[in-house]
């Protein structure tokens, strides 16, 4: 057990003396980062890349499928667009020729509805009418134009509607029956009749006759590659739609042309491919993927059926060559490489990333000890940062520099040096003390705001405001706060002094006088001002919350001195300085600024009537 018990005791000891041993060493940061960010970078890396690469090539996959479905989806939808609005078409015209009850006299009537269902559906090459007589008659498309016509079945079969040529003939229930694609003199067309019968005695059938060329102008705005070949086969393997890589110079044939001999390989492999090497879409199983060959190269056949059209199953689909939807996994045989460059890169950054951080730590050292003296006129600006912390340390140490600075604009910086000179944490206590209180206000402000512009009425009162300011320091008053259009000060705190209401009667003079000779030098009175002063006991000092306070003057006293300057306008409702004061002021100054005694007035809030005295200023002065 003792034995034990000195193996473990030595153990730890010598734990002890190596962690003692590696804390006498002073670690460079940029040492520390450049170890740490290379080992991470190396031993990841290789992890990362196993990881990256398989889920690379899956994802591959699933956007390869993702990608096919898309494509066959828009070549489905392009398709649908092209034929069922001629459906659509029919199916309206043959309610309208049924609803009006049109007969064989109101041809030209229904000839013009045809011409307006052409015009809005340009993918109908013609709109043709067999009444049961054997007349034909119909509008069709002409190179730049909408054509009429009108004849006999057996005089001009070419006219005929294509379902009549050995096609099953339409339903009497209104529903269309498309017909069999076929090839005639301009190009190949399919074809959709409705058969229609009117009470009035009209019977026949209306068939819409669609290009299928226009088909393939419309799928090739859905081309994606320049390599990409888009296509569109029945079920006897023709080809009904064909729109061919931009740079393929197959000589390939007339639309309706078997697959076999279109001229195209690829086709011509696709549809010998057995089923065993067709893979379909783990997402849509209605989609497959071939590989085929042709000549030395191998393409990616991606292709679906659509059903519905000409009586038969059509399929549908677009190649391109394998080398181009494989050319990702190329990619990936490059990665390992830049991944092991990117490693050595990373432990040079992170060099480079320690420099860059500890360089500006050491300016926050010095600028924050700087601050602590409360020196912030030796703190120089710190530049900013590309890394965003150490960009947040250099705005806040420049904050804090320009705080202090601003400190002295915000609050009173009057006030400020009073309390520190005072005792800091002794002024600011809340207490009671006898103080004289003033209260300005402008009069009339509310027109006055509504005739000036901003920036003049913006001007015009922080001028007022640093000449109010000037005579209430000057002699030896402190600001309390801004009061909308007027302040509030007061005398006799935080430090005491003797005769604070004469200064206060004083500093009202001084701001009649400098108000006097402003408007003399303007030559007019912009400022009309009533000040209301008293004396009186009043709680001074930090007044609100924790977070937020003021150092402040509250009580009846500072209540009566805004009664007071509220009363100016009743005693001197013309005056341009009017002056104010309690006898309690106006005694404690021994009445040396020529106030005259008003009277007793009964000031609102108060029961006991308040002796008034005061002066007024007029054009002129006094």
């Given at each position: 057990?003792?034995?034990?018990?000195?193996?473990?005791?030595?153990g730890?000891?010598?734990?002890?003396?190596v962690?003692?041993?590696?804390?006498?060493?002073q670690?460079?940061l940029?040492?520390?980062?450049?170890?740490?960010?290379?080992?991470?970078?190396?031993?990841?890396?290789?992890?990362?890349l196993?990881?990256?690469s398989?889920?690379?090539?899956?994802?591959?996959?699933?956007?390869?499928?993702?990608?096919?479905?898309?494509?066959i989806?828009?070549?489905?939808?392009s398709?649908?667009n092209?034929?069922?609005?001629?459906?659509?078409?029919?199916?309206?015209?043959?309610w309208?020729?049924?609803?009006?009850?049109?007969?064989?006299?109101?041809?030209?009537?229904?000839?013009?509805?045809?011409?307006?269902?052409?015009?809005?559906?340009?993918?109908?090459?013609?709109?043709?009418?067999?009444?049961?007589?054997?007349?034909i008659?119909?509008?069709?498309?002409?190179s730049?134009?909408?054509?009429?016509?009108?004849?006999?079945?057996k005089?001009?079969?070419?006219d005929?509607?294509?379902?009549l040529?050995n096609?099953?003939?339409?339903s009497?229930?209104?529903k269309?029956?498309?017909?069999?694609?076929?090839?005639?003199?301009?190009?190949?067309?399919?074809?959709?009749?409705?058969?229609?019968?009117?009470?009035?005695?009209?019977?026949?059938?209306?068939?819409?006759?669609?290009?299928?060329?226009?088909?393939s102008?419309?799928?090739?705005?859905?081309?994606?590659?320049?390599?990409?070949?888009?296509?569109?086969?029945?079920?006897?393997?023709?080809?009904?739609?064909?729109?061919?890589?931009?740079?393929?110079?197959?000589?390939?044939?007339e639309?309706?042309?078997p697959?076999?001999?279109?001229?195209?390989?690829?086709?011509?492999?696709?549809?010998?491919?057995?089923?065993?090497?067709?893979?379909?879409?783990?997402?849509?199983?209605?989609?497959?993927?071939?590989?085929?060959s042709?000549?030395s190269k191998?393409?990616?056949?991606?292709?679906?059926?659509?059903?519905g059209?000409?009586?038969?199953?059509?399929?549908?689909?677009?190649?391109?060559?394998?080398?181009?939807?494989?050319?990702?996994y190329?990619?990936?045989?490059?990665?390992?490489?830049?991944?092991?460059?990117v490693?050595?890169?990373?432990?040079?950054?992170?060099?480079?990333?320690?420099?860059?951080?500890?360089?500006?730590l050491?300016?926050?050292?010095?600028?924050?000890?700087?601050?602590?003296?409360?020196?912030?006129?030796?703190?120089k600006?710190?530049?900013?940062?590309?890394?965003?912390?150490?960009?947040?340390?250099?705005?806040?140490?420049?904050?804090?520099?320009?705080?202090?600075?601003?400190?002295?604009?915000?609050v009173?910086?009057?006030?400020?040096?009073?309390?520190?000179?005072?005792?800091?944490?002794?002024?600011?206590?809340a207490?009671?003390?006898?103080?004289?209180?003033?209260?300005?206000?402008?009069?009339?402000?509310?027109?006055?705001?509504?005739?000036?512009?901003?920036?003049?009425?913006?001007?015009?009162?922080?001028?007022h405001?640093?000449?109010?300011?000037?005579?209430?320091?000057?002699?030896g008053?402190?600001?309390?706060k801004?009061l909308?259009?007027?302040?509030?000060?007061f005398?006799n705190?935080?430090?005491?002094?003797?005769?604070?209401?004469?200064?206060?009667?004083?500093?009202?003079?001084?701001?009649?006088?400098?108000l006097?000779?402003?408007a003399?030098a303007?030559?007019?009175w912009?400022?009309?001002t009533?000040?209301?002063?008293?004396?009186?006991r009043?709680?001074?000092?930090n007044?609100?919350?924790?977070?937020?306070?003021?150092?402040?003057?509250?009580?009846d006293?500072?209540?009566?001195?805004?009664?007071?300057?509220?009363?100016?306008?009743?005693?001197?409702p013309d005056?341009?300085?009017?002056?104010?004061?309690?006898?309690?002021?106006?005694?404690a100054?021994?009445n040396?600024?020529?106030?005259?005694?008003?009277?007793?007035?009964?000031?609102?809030?108060?029961?006991?009537?308040?002796?008034?005295?005061?002066?007024?200023?007029?054009?002129?002065?006094?």
């Open positions: 057990m003792g034995i034990k018990w000195a193996t473990n005791k030595a730890l000891n010598a734990l002890i003396s962690k003692k041993y590696f804390q006498k060493f670690w460079s940029a040492v520390l980062m450049s170890v740490f960010f290379g080992l991470l970078v190396a031993i990841s890396g290789s992890s990362v196993l990881l990256s398989k889920a690379n090539i899956k994802n591959i996959e699933v956007l390869g499928w993702a990608t096919g479905s898309l494509a989806e828009a070549i489905r939808n398709m649908l092209h034929l069922q609005p001629s459906e659509l078409v029919i199916s309206d015209l043959r309208q020729f049924q609803n009006e009850n049109y007969t064989a006299h109101d041809r030209q009537e229904m000839l013009t509805l045809l011409m307006g269902s052409m015009l809005g559906a340009s993918n109908i090459s013609r709109l043709v009418f067999v009444e049961d007589t054997g007349l008659w119909g509008v069709k498309q002409n730049n134009d909408l054509a009429f016509f009108s004849r006999k079945a005089t001009h079969p070419h005929l509607p294509l379902w040529r096609a099953p003939v339409p009497v229930n209104g269309p029956t498309w017909g069999a694609l076929k090839e005639v003199k301009g190009g190949q067309f399919a074809n959709v009749t409705v058969r229609v019968e009117t009470k009035a005695g009209l019977s026949g059938y209306l068939t819409a006759v669609i290009s299928m060329q226009k088909l102008e419309h799928l090739k705005r859905l081309q994606s590659s320049l390599n990409t070949t888009l296509f569109a086969l029945n079920d006897e393997g023709r080809v009904v739609a064909y729109v061919a890589a931009q740079n393929s110079t197959l000589p390939t044939q639309l309706l042309t697959a076999k001999s279109f001229g195209d390989p690829v086709l011509l492999e696709y549809i010998k491919t057995p089923n065993s090497k067709i893979i379909y879409s783990p997402v849509k199983k209605d989609i497959s993927a071939s590989l085929v042709s000549g191998d393409f990616f056949v991606i292709s679906s059926h659509v059903k059209f000409a009586l038969s199953k059509w399929t549908i689909g677009y190649y391109l060559p394998a080398s181009i939807a494989l050319s990702t190329d990619t990936i045989k490059y990665t390992s490489i830049i991944s092991l460059m490693v050595f890169l990373t432990v040079l950054l992170a060099v480079l990333l320690a420099r860059k951080i500890s360089t500006p050491q300016e926050v050292a010095k600028s924050a000890g700087y601050l602590a003296d409360f020196q912030p006129g030796k703190v600006p710190m530049p900013g940062s590309n890394i965003k912390e150490m960009n947040q340390v250099a705005n806040a140490m420049n904050a804090s520099a320009q705080g202090l600075w601003a400190l002295a604009r915000y009173p910086r009057n006030l400020l040096l009073k309390l520190m000179e005072a005792g800091f944490e002794q002024a600011i206590t207490k009671e003390a006898e103080v004289t209180v003033m209260f300005t206000d402008i009069v009339d402000f509310t027109s006055l705001s509504e005739k000036l512009p901003v920036n003049e009425l913006s001007k015009l009162l922080n001028d405001f640093e000449l109010l300011i000037q005579a209430v320091e000057a002699e008053g402190t600001l309390d801004y909308g259009d007027g302040i509030l000060a005398w705190a935080p430090n005491a002094m003797e005769n604070h209401a004469q200064a206060a009667l004083r500093a009202a003079d001084n701001i009649a006088r400098k006097a000779e402003q003399e303007n030559g007019s912009p400022i009309r009533r000040i209301g002063i008293h004396t009186g009043a709680i001074v000092g007044i609100g919350t924790q977070t937020l306070s003021n150092y402040s003057v509250i009580g006293t500072v209540n009566v001195a805004n009664r007071l300057q509220v009363l100016g306008k009743e005693l001197y005056a341009r300085v009017a002056i104010i004061a309690s006898v309690n002021a106006a005694k100054a021994q040396c600024h020529s106030l005259k005694v008003v009277g007793k007035r009964q000031l609102r809030g108060r029961r006991v009537p308040v002796e008034v005295w005061g002066k007024d200023y007029k054009d002129g002065g006094e």
